[in-house]
């Protein structure tokens, strides 16, 4: 009789330590991504201004990727077309970003980026764009990297 009460014992030992490490997970998720929120666009909309006085492209974006290091002068990869919150193998004809073409939107793109996550954050342009499914999304084609946000 002793044994199947060890046994119970034992398996719910190895779900508490199961649900501490999950619960761990989505703190970190959750409230450490959060808390650097507030300083994930380091760059300041004046700063991007004189990039695309500088630079005369017809279409900008924010591109925020999760570890892929480009420099400026890059061109940067396709995006991959999302179905179900799962990429997918089929490519865009562009590159994913939170759009803008003038001034007065850069602050909303942003502020929209900002909601994004990844580690590295960029200002696309380009010449030729189509608008994407996410709201303020434009994939831009042949998309190259024009400032280093972080």
Do not use: H
Request: proline share 1%; with cysteine; aromatic share 12%.
């Amino acid at each position: 009789m002793g044994r199947p009460l060890f046994f119970i014992t034992k398996i719910t030992q190895k779900c508490d330590k199961v649900l501490d490490s999950i619960t761990q997970m989505c703190y970190y998720i959750i409230v450490k991504r959060d808390r650097g929120s507030e300083r994930r666009m380091e760059m300041k909309a004046q700063e991007i201004i004189d990039i695309m006085n500088e630079n005369g492209y017809a279409y900008y974006g924010i591109r925020v990727d999760d570890n892929v290091i480009y420099q400026i002068g890059d061109y940067t990869a396709n995006s991959r077309v999302w179905v179900d919150g799962e990429a997918t193998e089929e490519e865009l004809d562009g590159t994913s970003c939170v759009g803008f073409q003038y001034e007065d939107e850069i602050e909303s793109a942003l502020e929209i980026a900002n909601s994004y996550f990844g580690n590295c954050v960029y200002v696309i342009a380009g010449n030729d764009m189509e608008y994407g499914e996410d709201s303020g999304e434009y994939v831009i084609k042949d998309a190259v990297v024009i400032a280093i946000v972080r």
